[in-house]
């Protein structure tokens, strides 16, 4: 199970990175936004509620790297992964996260 450590030390770097390439915040949880977070909390992951911005501005900057930049999953991975490993994120676990992020949110 992911640690939930790692969703703190990630938030705010994470939401300035979404802020950096969205010209519109987050102000509530739509549907997709709200089977993102159903979806990782199925697979085990936790962080508590007033991070829920932050893991939906993830799964939009993953999906912006997956679609509009041409990153392939693995290589999302790796490079969340490279962030969050040292904080008991296995690689399997940052490729889910991936996922959950690309089924919610890109096109498809």
Request: aromatic letters at 8%; charged letters at 15%.
């Amino acid at each position: 199970m992911p640690s939930p450590r790692w969703v703190a030390r990630l938030a705010i770097p994470i939401m300035a990175g979404a802020a950096l390439v969205t010209s519109a915040a987050i102000a509530t949880a739509d549907v997709p936004d709200d089977a993102y977070l159903a979806h990782l909390r199925a697979l085990g992951y936790t962080w508590p509620p007033d991070h829920d911005p932050a893991m939906i501005s993830l799964g939009h900057s993953i999906c912006f790297d997956r679609w509009t930049l041409g990153h392939t999953p693995d290589r999302i991975a790796q490079d969340v992964h490279s962030t969050v490993g040292s904080e008991g994120l296995t690689f399997g676990d940052v490729t889910n996260l991936v996922n959950a992020a690309e089924t919610a949110y890109c096109p498809g």
